[in-house]
């Protein structure tokens, strides 16, 4: 491309206040032309996957980080070459890696880069040049020892010869095997040397296939070589070393980084747990009428093609009891020393999917028909599984739903999720032995549990919405009445 300059497109806020975002997925690779607002690659937040557009037409010239880096927001991750002038000298340092062997950089150069997450993309210079230092030390040994055979005179004589000998071994080890500190770390977790292990990646690079490939590779001789465990020290119980090999893995442990959806969800529940006082009630309630009503209504068609279960009428139940209840529909603000009641029920419902546990929420759900509700808890549940629910989705919701009964749980105590008052659980629903008029009989039964915050919420008001929903299950009736 004749008149180009560099562009670089920088990890954007794709949240509120997110820092980071892990490479999910690449679309384009360096030599692929690209337009504006063309997709080029999947990241994941602490909240949401999100698909990441390029704002400007041109040619990719580089992608600075392998899927499954973790990137700070507001650093660099693509460069694309676009129509313009020349690039500046700053933005064409930023672009280009330098390969491990070239030579040293001006400091002035290395100061102008942009501080990246520590480990990733462009690496400071101190650490570009010690794989280097180690490089050349064996010249700048022997070069030193002539300039001191030189001054010393016969006496330095005998120590010149074994000079040039000794560095000519090490030399070809001396040379830093190529690897991101992720690789490297796993590499030390399952004692794997990445110098005896082949590099496939770009420029010599060891990737983590290469270090899983190189574990593979050795476990195979280990199995049938009895040679490979008396390596051990003899007193390490050497009657036990053979046998492990042919049972278990030979890492025996598995480290997985703690980040995207699942360090949010732990930095939301530790807070959440030592700042709101919890407190859980628990109601059993015979749900069968409810069950019975969840049949007519997928023949109902004003249901065609919508999701219709025992969750819809849950959380319709809730949303009647959060009706005739407003202040349990409310948030703590600290700074101001207020309760916030909010008029509106943004009604979040906690999802398990493979990146971990999401709650995104319906909004404005009091304002929805029984129908319309249906078809929110569809798209929300099929956009989770999907992995495609947008960070705008989990934000601002009121009151939570989590449904543990679908593991065939019967209940448990379910933290806050943070800035609401009450979230409810939802048990496994199934036949038991009950008194129905008068008679023990076998009814569809389940277990609620309540948890709110007792600063806003006193017990009183918490007993009152958990019975609301117990009744309303129990007789689905009340929903036209007290709806």
């Known amino acids: 491309m004749t008149n180009a300059s560099v562009r670089e497109f920088k990890m954007p806020d794709v949240g509120e206040g997110l820092t980071e975002a892990e490479i999910l ?3 384009v690779q360096p030599g692929d032309t690209v337009t504006d607002g063309q997709v080029v690659c999947e990241v994941e937040t602490a909240k949401a996957a999100v698909e990441l557009p390029i ?95 030189e001054l010393n005179g016969h006496g330095a004589a005998p120590a010149v010869p074994p000079a040039p000998a000794a560095p000519a071994a090490p030399a070809a080890p001396a040379q830093r095997p190529l690897a991101k500190p992720p690789v490297r770390k796993l590499a030390k977790d399952l004692g794997v040397d990445l110098a005896t292990v082949t590099p496939t990646g770009p420029d010599g690079v060891v990737t983590r296939e290469d270090v899983h490939a190189a574990v593979a590779a050795a476990q195979a001789p280990q199995q049938t070589a009895p040679e490979a465990p008396p390596a051990a020290p003899a007193a390490s119980a050497p009657a036990a070393q053979p046998a492990a090999p042919a049972s278990y893995d030979s890492a025996r442990e598995t480290r997985i980084p703690v980040k995207g959806v699942r360090k949010a969800t732990a930095a939301a529940m530790v807070g959440s747990a030592f700042t709101a006082p919890h407190v859980t009630e628990f109601v059993t309630v015979d749900v069968t009428r409810t069950m019975k009503l969840v049949e007519e209504l997928k023949q109902d068609k004003e249901f065609a093609g919508l999701r219709v279960n025992p969750l819809l009428l849950i959380a319709k139940a809730l949303l009647v009891a959060i009706r005739r209840n407003p202040d349990i529909n409310a948030s703590w603000d ?15 419902i906690a999802a398990a999917t ?50 543990v009964g679908v593991f065939g749980v019967d209940t448990g105590t379910p933290l806050l999720n943070p800035g609401e008052s009450a979230i409810l659980a939802v048990g496994a629903i199934k036949p038991q032995p009950w008194v129905h008029k008068g008679k023990v009989k076998p009814r569809q039964v389940t277990t609620l549990a309540l948890s709110f915050d007792h600063r806003l919420v006193d017990g009183e008001l918490g007993s009152k919405v958990l019975a609301d929903v117990a009744a309303v299950l129990e007789q689905p009736k009340r929903l036209i009445t007290w709806a």
Not at 96 to 125: F, K, N
Not at 334 to 348: D, F, P, R, S, T
């Open 25 to 27: 997925k690449w679309y």
């Open 55 to 149: 704002p400007y037409d041109g040619v990719v010239r580089d992608l600075h980080f392998p899927e499954g880096t973790t990137v700070d927001v507001g650093t660099s991750i693509i460069a694309v070459e676009v129509a313009g002038g020349a690039a500046p000298a700053q933005e064409e340092a930023a672009v280009a890696p330098a390969p491990a062997a070239e030579p040293e950089q001006p400091a002035e150069q290395s100061a102008a880069r942009q501080p990246v997450l520590v480990g990733y993309g462009v690496a400071t210079s101190s650490t570009r040049r010690r794989p280097r230092k180690q490089a050349q030390d064996p010249a700048a040994q022997q070069a030193a020892s002539a300039v001191q055979s």
């Open 334 to 348: 600290e700074a101001a020393q207020e309760i916030v009641v909010k008029h509106y029920v943004n009604l979040g």
């Open 354 to 403: 493979p990146r971990g546990l999401i709650v995104p929420n319906i909004k404005d759900a009091h304002a929805r028909t029984l129908p319309e509700l249906a078809a929110s808890l569809g798209e929300l549940v099929s956009t989770a599984r999907e992995g495609k629910t947008s960070p705008s989705a989990m934000q601002g919701g009121t009151v939570t739903i989590t449904n």
